[in-house]
């Protein structure tokens, strides 16, 4: 454990805090030093207390021990508004707008005096253009995209002049491009002598603008350096850790078999890869015995992708004696059109197939129509003209999983229950539900206390890993996904991606939209970009998907 | 589940009740001194107006009768995330259509008479509820506003009637005909004056209590009041279906506890003839954090309180409004718990 800047002048120094509500996101001695005209990324996996340590930052929170000093004074931070006095300012990672005000109304709630809109909105301008940030500030935040909304949260702690920002993942929610242009940003804030708090498991991100590092594990700083001075293995073995209890069950080899599996590949995606590739690894020893799997999963991504797609064409092969040619896809759209209830064109004659035993990825920058297409194909929403072919048994994950797919104050077994809730009848056998839902957790490796559990205890991570599990219980024929790691950490994001690789190996038709284009990349056999409602299928080049998806073709 | 969690689970349901209870003493003690009343004496004439004789006991549970089931009716709208705040409408038509059909089947024998009265009753709070259902079904009117509206015109109706059609023969008094013997719900206890109802308001809860845990519908209902988009996204449960089968029977039940008073109690239709009973049943339904069972004995608790009240005003001579200034403390102890313990699961959701 190295420990930077203890000397050094501090806009925020947090020392030893602890702070014990429940098991996860607890801290225990985190401490993280931010220096003036700095980015500082605060690294992590989900639930190692990122978030919780910058609430207390931020006022949300009174730790029970610790100090806590702004500008190397001892302070004690008790409310958000304490916090914003003292030029602390923080952009959540689900927004706290008023979807149907104004960005300036937005920006002046919380405010005191007298709100008169003409000023307000003048200030608000001022202060975008000031920080050179694109908003209107007359736009009804409901109007704007996520980027936009994420500006306004930016304008709106700027507009108290904060000096420190902390931003809770913000890039999560963004286009890829839209997010280099804000870490961007970031950097320039940064160089005024204002400092950045950046809470991300992205480790390009952190390593590209970031100066300083700090990772926490288990609720304590593990890792505080300079980002020049480390490497993304350094920061992912200090964020998986080596005590970890699914990787200490495997054995003593975990280390080396990172380094072989990282030194063998050289890709562009090398780093990101090897680790899913790794993890993935160690859950399956841990959960499996089966050997060939095992191997399989373990074996050089280079050569399971070759094995795949000879696996792959065997079937085709298979498939290609079936009578109907037709048959061969599983999910369809022919010719369809859906417009939205704001007369909106999201999707313009869109003709797509997706085989079974295959991963077919969606590449779009937001607003393309992919949401729409995918609530099209899972039966959510009806085309106004086309038709659209979809199996009965089909599972869909949609991205915002607390709002479309799980009822967070239920228990773990009423969710899995919700599953096809609207045909079921009479009674609900709660016996067999209870049963299914261990074994979706045990397959799963949901970390819960049990059938019982209330989702809103578990991490997101588990939450989705839940979510998958339910719409995979009865080996769906098609699976649509969208954005299935968003916010989730290594270890959630190999669980999930492993689930997927699983699901189309067994035969599943799986449609993947994720706004993280390596993901895609990573795990689509072939991939489509869709853009202004229409769909393109595109080689598999970054630098064409990413002109695609811009509408350059 | 193992004896020993069925245990657990019924001490961690009656607890809040008992809590409550103890706050509510405590209000009330406060409320005496401050008023001049040495307490000991009152407090000794509310317990025995409430629990001290096979009277009191019997009109404690004759009072909680309307309140069990205009509490069912608001827990279960509520659970359906439906804020159905006009229970005291619902009420109101409920009693008055249970009359006019009284009327009609003066005649009639009572065992038949008195089931039509019933669901007359069930069938006009459930048409009452389907007016807000609808206006926020088409016009997306909340249901807040709608039903709150909905029970100034249900009084209102009342009062007419009550002076106008369904007044009594000789047109002095403003209220109903008594119902005729054969119309008035059989005692259940001789000697007391626990009529039918309580068997009815006992059963409805076990039986939604039943219903919300075993089966398919009554787990839609659950899950559109939970989270109505993933219900609608992850469940393909009708969403909109479901909240108007929830409101429908919210209404009903509202609806049968009037025509159950005016039958079991009242025995006649007159211009107060709700003291409040479907506010009261809202209190009743959060204290029992909507569980039907739940409903039963905070039902009872509300009960008590009221049915000790006339005694105190009688031994101790403390006014009986003091017993409405607790119930309303207790609302306020409830909204306070209800914003701590949500607060901190807020707080281990998002330190999460």
Redesign the interface.
């Known amino acids: 454990m190295t420990t930077s800047g203890a000397g050094a002048p501090s806009l925020l120094s947090l020392r030893g805090v602890t ?1 014990r ?2 098991a ?3 801290l225990h001695d985190a401490s993280l030093h931010v220096r003036p005209g700095t980015v500082h990324a605060l690294l992590g996996e989900n ?1 190692a207390g990122k ?2 340590l910058m ?1 207390v930052a931020f006022g ?2 009174t730790p029970d021990q610790g100090s806590i000093l702004v500008r190397d004074k001892p302070t004690a931070i008790a409310s958000p508004a304490a916090a914003l006095a003292l030029g602390i300012g923080m952009v959540h990672q689900h927004f706290t707008l008023v979807p149907a005000m104004t960005v300036a109304e937005n920006v002046a709630l919380g405010g005191r005096g007298v709100f008169r809109p003409q000023q307000a909105a003048e200030r608000v301008g001022e202060v975008a253009t000031r920080a050179g940030l694109t908003l209107d500030p007359l736009a009804i935040v409901n109007t704007l995209s996520v980027g936009a909304q994420q500006r306004c949260e930016i304008v709106k702690a700027l507009a108290r002049d904060v000096s420190l920002l902390i931003l809770d993942e913000p890039t999560a929610v963004l286009a890829p491009a839209e997010a280099a242009d804000l870490l961007q940003w970031l950097r320039t804030f940064a160089s005024d002598g204002h400092a950045v708090v950046l809470i991300t498991h992205k480790l390009r991100d952190a390593l590209s603008i970031a100066d300083d590092v700090t990772v926490l594990r288990r609720g304590r700083t593990v890792l505080a350096a300079r980002a020049g001075d480390t490497t993304q293995d350094d920061l992912r073995r200090a964020m998986v850790g080596t005590e970890d209890n699914s990787v200490r069950l495997v054995g003593g080899d975990i280390g080396k078999r990172a380094e072989s599996t990282t030194r063998t590949d050289t890709e562009r995606a090398a780093a990101k890869r090897a680790t899913e590739e790794r993890t993935a690894s160690e859950r399956s020893d841990v959960e499996r015995t089966d050997a060939e799997r095992t191997s399989a999963v373990r074996a050089d991504p280079e050569r399971a992708d070759a094995e795949r797609t000879a696996a792959e064409r065997t079937d085709v092969e298979r498939t290609d004696v079936k009578p109907s040619d037709a048959e061969r896809d599983v999910l369809r759209t022919n010719d369809v059109y859906y417009t939205d209830a704001r007369g909106a064109e999201r999707v313009r004659g869109v003709t797509l197939g997706v085989r079974r035993a295959e991963l077919v990825g969606i590449a779009a920058v937001e607003g393309g129509g992919q949401h729409e297409l995918l609530r099209l194909l899972a ?2 929403l009806m085309p106004q003209r086309g038709t659209i072919l979809a199996p009965a048994r089909l599972g ?1 994950v ?1 991205e915002d999983r607390h ?8 228990p773990v077994d ?1 969710n899995v ?12 056998p ?1 016996a067999t539900v209870r049963h299914d839902t261990e074994q979706i957790i045990a397959a799963r490796d949901v970390r819960t206390d049990g059938p019982s559990a209330i989702v ?5 991570g588990n939450q989705q890993k839940l ?1 998958l599990g ?1 719409e995979l219980a009865n080996t769906p024929d098609a699976l649509i996904v969208e954005n299935p790691s968003r916010g989730l950490d290594f270890q959630a994001t190999a669980a999930v991606h492993s689930a997927l690789r699983e699901a189309r190996d067994g035969g599943a038709a799986v449609l993947m939209y994720s706004s993280d284009l390596d993901e895609v990349l990573l795990l689509a056999d072939r991939v489509l970009v869709m853009f202004n409602g229409t769909l393109t299928e595109v080689p598999r080049d970054r630098d064409a998907i990413g002109r695609a998806m811009l509408g350059a073709l | 589940m193992s004896m020993h969690a069925k245990v657990k689970s019924a001490v961690t349901a009656l607890l809040p009740v008992l809590v409550f209870a103890g706050g509510a003493v405590l209000v009330l003690v406060m409320l005496l001194l401050l008023t001049g009343h040495s307490p000991g004496p009152a407090l000794a004439a509310l317990a025995r107006g409430a629990a001290g004789s096979g009277y009191a006991l019997s009109s404690t549970i004759v009072r909680s009768i309307p309140l069990a089931l205009s509490g069912l009716a608001v827990a279960l709208a509520f659970r359906a995330g439906l804020l159905n705040i006009g229970a005291e409408g619902q009420l109101l038509v409920g009693a008055c259509a249970a009359t006019a059909v009284g009327v009609a089947l003066r005649a009639t024998p009572g065992v038949i008479a008195i089931p039509v009265m019933l669901a007359a009753g069930a069938i006009a709070g459930a048409g009452w509820a389907w007016i807000a259902a609808a206006l926020r079904k088409r016009y997306g009117v909340l249901e807040v506003i709608s039903t709150i509206m909905l029970n100034f015109v249900a009084i209102n109706i009342t009062g007419w009637l009550v002076r106008g059609p369904l007044q009594e023969p000789t047109r002095i008094n403003p209220q109903s005909a008594s119902l005729p013997l054969s119309q008035q719900l059989p005692i259940v206890i001789p000697t007391t004056r626990i009529h039918v109802g309580a068997v009815v308001a006992v059963a409805l809860a076990l039986g939604l209590w039943w219903w919300l845990r ?3 519908s009554g ?2 209902l ?2 559109v009041g ?2 109505p ?10 969403v909109s279906r479901t909240a108007m089968v929830a409101f429908l029977i919210s209404g009903a039940l509202a609806g049968l506890a009037g025509s159950v008073e005016l039958t079991g109690v009242t025995y006649a239709l007159y211009e107060n003839f709700s003291p409040g009973y479907g506010y009261t049943a809202i209190a009743v339904a959060l204290l029992a954090r909507l569980n039907p069972l739940g409903v039963l004995a905070t039902a009872l608790l509300f009960g008590a309180l009221e049915a000790g009240a006339g005694a105190m005003q009688r031994d101790a001579a403390v006014p009986s409004v003091v017993v409405s200034v607790v119930e309303a403390a207790l609302i306020l102890m409830l909204v306070a718990a209800d914003r701590w313990q949500s607060r901190a ?1 807020q ?6």
Request: avoid cysteine; aromatic fraction near 6%.
């Open positions: 702070h509500f429940g996860v996101g607890a639930g978030t919780t609430r949300l929170l039966g959510r869909f949609p709002r479309d797919a799980l009822m967070l104050d239920a009423e229950a919700l599953r096809g809730a609207g045909a079921r009848h009479g009674r609900i709660w809103r205890t578990l991490s997101g979510v339910r | 075993a089966t398919a787990f839609r659950r899950a939970a989270n988009l993933a219900a609608a996204s992850a469940g393909k449960i009708d699961g707080r281990l959701a998002t330190s999460l």
